[in-house]
């Protein structure tokens, strides 16, 4: 069955270990690709700054939320304690800094963290329930001892002749198409086209 | 972790006295003549305020000493990695003990019956110092005070002394016997810490009391001696030492663990201050309603600012941490405002002294430095810091055969 270029999420690759993977991201970063990613099944370490990545925008979402949560603490104590129902208890003002402050704070840190996995969910694009990469039916080795490289075809420099050849250069195995959507097919153990290298 | 063990540990490095400029020599010159002419100015016009202008000078170096203890206890008591190739500044800094004890001479035989109202109070009149007789004792005063000095003093240099000594054998049995005898030495420490604060500082008002001031102190001690680590360390990579062996990773630790405890200073003091200010009662608020008085208030407010905020969001970015000379001037500042902080603590107590002397009710007046009070500052400040340049000099500048030497050197902050 012939798919259409436009269901093509990308092509996958797959490394023998962790250092190899290191390399190959270092190379793939070098050749300046944009939409891609890599898969093992632990951290690696030294991979962030193979991957070229930069600091995550997750600590803007953590500043808003943070900046709400004072907001709303300050907005909160001000207009029941001294505009909606002034009380002296104590003798103590209307409003004052000092009790605001625990309150201040908890609320800023309490909206802060809920800014940062908003933002992270965001980012991330998470919760999704499937992922073109389980596709791949060799992905499933991600969890055990497989490392994989992944370019997707939304790269501006993506083309599947010119990627592959990338992906062999760097070397790496079992180079497949993957595509968006699951497969449909009258045989369901008919494997994933492939090409060795 | 992934440095290669093949690769050749340091070998011993000598401070070069010569590297480090005017300052072996200015150090004692300001010292002495600080010291000195404080005295003899102070005790010929104003014992009054020379004694308060001491108690703050030995208060700061006091603190700042503490704290290199504290770090000490606690690399080996954690087994830190990091921090082996600064501890023998830490160790340096924390064996100044036995000059302060010296230091701590003049405050018993000269300043002592100036500076804390209780020995010369009558306790008639005054139920509360009654109840506090068993405590607040000329006697048991003087006998904690040389307890606390002598721990202090020989914890410190049992800790240089044995770490030395492994410098030449390399037995890593040292390791495990500083670690475990610092289990039982952070308990002790506290508690000289907690006590001698309330006897020193606390006790300067006799009515008032915080159940938080220990830790008050300790996390001015800790915040301060690792301003001091920053900017020792950065001064000795300046001056060319410890090529190749420091990296901007320990930069950035060390500006962590500044910024933790400027933090941690926001939070206790507040701490303090908000539990006092929530209950309101006489003996309590009284501490803060004489520093809100007149210009102390502008005073508490740059403290409050100063102390936190502003180192606060000086550190808050990695690049603050990364970057050396934003890291020291942060430092610098950090050890400024420990400054402010000791001489808040101690110097309204002056005043109340004073309108005691003219038979009016206690009362502060406001902000008023004296010269005395820089004098006494610069001559401790100065003799402490010739102590630590000489005992720095006495073996290598860092731990050379510390069985973390490797793990330390490959630091690295996974950003």
Known sequence: MKRSEKSLHGLGAEFPTAASLLHAAQKVQALGFRRWDVYSPFPVHGMDQAMGFRRSRVSLFSLIGGITGLCTAFALIYYTSALNYPLITQGKPYFALEPSLPIFFELTILLTAFGTVLGLLLLTLLPRFHHPVFNWDRFQRVTDDGFFIVLEAADPQFSNETSRKVLQDIGGTHISEIFQDPEITPHPARPTSEVVS | ?415
């Open chain 2, 1 to 415: 972790m992934s440095h290669p063990s093949s690769s050749p540990l340091p070998v011993a490095e000598k401070l070069r006295i010569e590297k480090l400029g005017i300052l072996p020599v200015l150090f004692p010159a300001v010292g002495i003549i600080g010291l000195l002419s404080a005295f003899i100015w102070g005790l010929t016009s104003n014992p009054l305020q020379l004694a308060f202008s001491y108690l703050f000078a030995f208060s700061v170096g006091f603190t700042i000493c503490a704290g290199a203890l504290f770090w000490t206890l606690l690399h080996h008591a954690l087994d830190a990695d990091w921090s082996v190739l600064m501890r023998r500044i830490l160790e340096s800094i924390a064996s100044c003990f036995p000059v302060l004890l010296l230091l701590f001479i003049p405050i018993v035989f000269l300043f002592a019956h100036e500076l804390w109202e209780w020995m010369t109070a009558d306790v008639a009149q005054d139920p509360l110092l009654a109840w506090k007789r068993p405590f607040l004792n000329e006697p048991f005063f003087y006998i904690r005070c040389a307890f606390y000095l002598l721990f202090f003093s020989l914890a410190g240099l049992l800790y240089r002394g044995l770490s030395m000594r492994q410098d030449e054998d390399g037995d890593p049995r040292i390791t495990l016997r500083l670690r475990h005898t610092a289990y039982g030495f952070i308990p002790l420490f506290v508690l000289c810490l907690t006590f001698a604060g309330f006897d020193w500082l606390m006790a300067l008002d006799h009515h008032w009391y915080s159940t938080m001031w220990g830790v008050y102190l300790f996390a001015g001690c800790a915040q301060s001696s690792m301003a001091i680590l920053i900017l020792t360390t950065n001064g000795l990579v300046r001056t060319g030492h410890l090529k190749g062996l420091f990296t901007v990773e320990h930069n950035h630790i060390m500006g962590m663990l500044l910024f933790a405890f400027t933090t941690f200073w926001g939070y206790i003091s507040f701490s303090q201050y908000f539990l006092q200010w929530y209950a309101n009662i006489p003996e309590e608020t009284w501490f803060f309603v004489y520093r809100n008085t007149g210009t102390w208030f502008w005073f508490s407010v740059f403290l409050v600012v100063g102390h936190f905020f502003i180192p606060f969001l000086l550190l808050l970015t990695q690049p603050a941490k990364r970057t050396t000379w934003r890291l020291c001037t942060t430092a610098v500042w950090v050890v400024f405002m420990h400054c402010v902080d000791i001489y808040w603590i101690v110097m309204p107590n002056l005043q109340l002294q004073q309108s005691r002397h003219a038979g009016l009710p206690p009362a502060t007046t406001g902000f008023h430095p004296h010269l005395l009070d820089l004098l006494a500052l610069v001559g401790v400040l100065g003799i402490l810091a010739h102590t630590f340049i000489w005992l720095l000099s006495r073996g290598s500048i860092f731990p050379p055969r510390d069985p973390r030497l490797r793990d330390s050197l490959a630091v690295t902050n996974w950003l």
